[in-house]
Nanobody
């Protein structure tokens, strides 16, 4: 059974930085692409960033490109999202996801079948 547990959310001022982490268990972590989605109040869940199974390929939404960095540690079964230059509109619940299929590229994460974590709240204040 796949389990994804996010941590690191919190309150930060606009322009600041925050780092999220997701610990995965249940199957061989290094075989699966990982990603992050977010959902703001009253809005649909949206893709944020993804990384392929080996860590050699990443993919970002236009809204976070250049500000957020996704990386993974296959030895520790973790994926992280480093968020810089945060904006008020980055406020959302952030979800960690794991692709259902093995050995896929980062670009398959947004549209592919995924396992989901429970989410962690990120609030950016003015």
């Amino acid at each position: 059974q796949v389990q994804l547990v996010e941590s690191g959310g919190g309150l930060v001022q606009a322009g600041g930085s925050l780092s999220l982490s997701c610990a995965a268990s249940g199957r061989t972590f290094g075989n699966y692409a990982m990603g992050w989605f977010r959902q703001a109040p009253g809005r649909e869940r949206e893709f944020v960033a993804a990384i392929n199974w080996s860590g050699g390929n990443t993919y970002y939404s236009d809204s976070v490109k250049g500000r957020f960095t996704i990386y993974r540690n296959n030895a520790k079964n973790t994926v992280s999202l480093e968020m810089n230059s945060l904006k008020i509109e980055d406020t959302a619940v952030y979800y960690c996801v794991q692709h259902v299929q093995a050995k896929t590229s980062a670009t398959t994460v947004p549209g592919g079948q995924k396992y989901w974590g429970q989410g962690t709240q990120v609030t950016v204040s003015s």
